[in-house]
């Protein structure tokens, strides 16, 4: 009696779920606000990528758009997924992307599977932490690099990293350059 009042309990709220999650929607490209900032780490390039969801209602992200590491089994490290940052030397050469590269195997349906998705409410922030971005790209000796997003949730601002010998020299946080 309990197990069947547990499981008839349990139908209702996931019920009710669903019909939440249709008033809210899957995000578009273009949609949200993608914003990168940069952390200073005794030498180490780290960024702060803040995903804001500028609609006037709620949506939901996949989270395989959000996942920029995996635990890399053979090597005993994380390593990058996906090559969704653009990173530019100061001869507008593309550095070359050191990590691996995926196949994203998402649900498109919130219906579908529930569990792949994240809530992201109006006017509120994802953040997603990219710690040492010189392990995973190689751009040379530069005076400087430019840093962008170029990925499934849009794009984002520029952000300069000059540079002194290959080490971080400053920061700028451009929006056209």
């Given at each position: 009696m309990i197990k069947k009042l547990c499981v008839m309990l349990g139908s209702i709220i996931l019920g009710g779920l669903m019909?939440?999650?249709?008033?809210?929607?899957?995000?578009?490209?273009?949609?949200?606000?993608?914003?990168?900032?940069s952390i200073y780490d005794n030498d180490k390039i780290s960024l702060e990528i803040n995903i804001i969801n500028k609609n006037n209602k709620p949506c939901y992200i996949q989270k395989a758009y959000l996942n920029f590491?995996?635990?890399?089994?053979?090597?005993?490290?994380?390593t990058m997924i996906n090559n969704w940052l653009i990173i530019m030397d100061d001869q507008r050469k593309e550095a070359l992307y050191k990590g691996?590269?995926?196949?994203?195997i998402s649900s498109n349906s919130y219906e579908d599977d529930p569990f792949d998705f994240i809530f992201l409410d109006k006017n509120t922030t994802y953040k997603i932490l990219v710690s040492n971005v010189e392990d995973y790209y190689?751009?040379?000796?530069?005076?400087?690099?430019?840093?962008?997003?170029?990925?499934?949730?849009?794009?984002?601002?520029?952000?300069?990293v000059y540079l002194n010998h290959g080490r971080i020299k400053s920061l700028a946080d451009e929006k056209n350059l």
């Open positions: 019909i939440y999650a249709n008033n809210e929607y899957i995000f578009t490209r273009g949609e949200l606000d993608v914003r990168i900032s590491f995996i635990f890399d089994k053979r090597m005993n490290r994380l691996r590269y995926t196949n994203i190689f751009w040379g000796n530069s005076k400087f690099i430019d840093i962008s997003y170029l990925g499934p949730l849009g794009e984002s601002n520029v952000l300069r």
